[in-house]
């Protein structure tokens, strides 16, 4: 499995962006995908997941502003980022989890204020 991860930039305050995240492999309907923001010298912190069954899961600091989709026909997972905030600045990584996990290499969202 191969993830990677696109559309990441820098934004103002307020304003939205799109990441997107393509799966290379089989059997991606099948897996738990996620998103995490890490910043320098933290870890990574769960920012949503959709699970196979389309369960959605949103850390409550981005509830109301980010939309997780997926298409399994298309084997991409999205992320829409409205209502940006300096504090969701950072690098976004994509997960995907079955039966094993495996990481993309992640894209930079910066937002100004």
């Known amino acids: 499995v191969q993830l990677v991860e696109s559309g990441g930039g820098l934004v103002q305050a307020g304003g939205s962006l799109r990441l997107s995240c393509a799966f290379s492999?089989?059997?991606?309907?099948?897996?738990?995908m996620s998103w995490f923001r890490q910043t320098p010298g933290n870890q990574r912190e769960l920012v949503t997941s959709?699970?196979?069954?389309?369960?959605?899961y949103y850390d409550d600091s981005v509830k109301g502003r980010f939309t997780v989709s997926r298409d399994n026909d298309k084997n991409m997972m999205y992320l829409e980022m409205d209502s940006l905030k300096p504090e969701d600045t950072g690098v976004y990584y994509c997960?995907?989890?079955?039966?094993?996990?495996?990481w993309g290499r992640g894209t930079q969202v910066t937002v100004s204020s």
């Open positions: 997960f995907a989890q079955w039966t094993m996990g495996y």
């Open positions: 492999g089989r059997f991606f309907g099948r897996y738990s």
């Open positions: 959709i699970g196979s069954e389309w369960i959605t």
